[in-house]
């Protein structure tokens, strides 16, 4: 591991410091908008099966 100067430490100890603060409401973004997304997805149709190489067209398995 690179020798870092005690600048460069002092930076990191500060930015792990800001994102430790930060997570908590980072968590409560990502939590509405998943909870979000599953309220405005409900009524959408399901997505299209794989269509495997070889078949026809119009041939589901």
């Given at each position: 591991?690179?020798?870092?100067?005690?600048?460069?430490?002092?930076?990191?100890?500060?930015?792990?410091?800001?994102?430790?603060?930060?997570?908590?409401?980072?968590?409560?973004?990502?939590?509405?908008?998943?909870k979000a997304s599953r309220?405005?997805?409900?009524?959408?149709?399901?997505?299209?099966?794989?269509?495997?190489p070889g078949l026809p067209?119009?041939?589901?398995?």
């Open positions: 591991m690179a020798y870092r100067s005690a600048a460069q430490v002092r930076n990191t100890r500060r930015l792990e410091a800001l994102i430790r603060l930060a997570a908590p409401a980072l968590d409560i973004v990502l939590y509405a908008g998943d309220v405005v997805g409900r009524n959408q149709i399901g997505p299209e099966p794989a269509r495997r067209p119009g041939t589901r398995h």
